[in-house]
Antibody, heavy 119, light 114 residues
Framework: EVQLVESGGGLVQPGGSLRLSCAAS????????MTWVRQAPGKGLEWVAN????????PYVDSVKGRFTISRDNAKNSLYLQMNSLRAEDTAVYYC????????????WGQGTLVTVSS | DIVMTQSPDSLAVSLGERATISCKSS????????????LAWYQHKPGQPPKLLIY???TRESGVPDRFSGSGSGTDFTLTISSLQAEDVAVYYC??????????FGQGTKVEIK
């Protein structure tokens, strides 16, 4: 069974940092592209960042460029999102998801982890 | 970037009746080399992760009830729930996956029971 389990969310002050993790199981993690998608309170889904299978290609939405870093460890079947210089507008539930090719839909999603940026 | 626009923002439908959601893209998501529309639909219920319903604009994901159908091509797409059930109450999103690396979603359509 495919499972994606996020962790690492919590309350952080503006300007602070947080590292999210996504533990994958039930599939060959190293064969899949991975992504982070977020949903701010009362808002819709927003794509945040992607990473290809070997971690060499990592595009980001403009609003997080230079602040967030996506990475993966294929030996540990894990995806990460390092979030620095956090702002109130980064408050959201963060989901990890997988997709099988460069241009493909996101077919499995984790349950999400809540990040709250507030003083 | 391709902008996805859904309508309506919300709709209330009686149980057993049809629900129809529209999604328009700011440019075509039909890829000429394979004649496929790079368009997906997701269902998002509160407290749950989004669920892939439809991809290639009209192909149902495994396990999705056949009351869900997708249609359209190019820039105009539709998600239809032929006979609304109570468990279909959710927010529905369209998403293009045509132009990497950005994958944008529509703003969402909330479906409720009338």
């Amino acid at each position: 069974e495919v499972q994606l389990v996020e962790s690492g969310g919590g309350l952080v002050q503006p300007g602070g940092s947080l590292r999210l993790s996504c533990a994958a199981s039930g599939f060959t993690f190293s064969s899949y592209y991975m992504t982070w998608v977020r949903q701010a309170p009362g808002k819709g889904l927003e794509w945040v960042a992607n990473i290809n299978q070997d971690g060499s290609d990592k595009p980001y939405v403009d609003s997080v460029k230079g602040r967030f870093t996506i990475s993966r460890d294929n030996a540990k079947n894990s995806l990460y999102l390092q979030m620095n210089s956090l702002r109130a507008e980064d408050t959201a539930v963060y989901y990890c998801a997988r997709y099988y090719s460069l241009m493909a839909p996101f077919d499995y999603w984790g349950q999400g982890t809540l990040v709250t940026v507030s003083s | 970037d391709i902008v996805m626009t859904q309508s309506p923002d919300s709709l209330a439908v009686s149980l057993g009746e049809r629900a129809t959601i529209s999604c328009k893209s700011s440019q075509s998501v039909l890829y000429s080399s394979d004649n496929k529309n790079y368009l997906a639909w997701y269902q998002h219920k509160p407290g749950q992760p989004p669920k892939l319903l439809i991809y290639w604009a009209s192909t149902r994901e495994s396990g999705v009830p056949d009351r869900f159908s997708g249609s359209g091509s190019g820039t105009d797409f539709t998600l239809t729930i032929s006979s609304l059930q109570a468990e279909d109450v959710a927010v529905y999103y369209c998403q293009h996956y045509y132009s990497s690396p950005t994958w944008t979603f529509g703003q969402g359509t909330k479906v409720e029971i009338k």
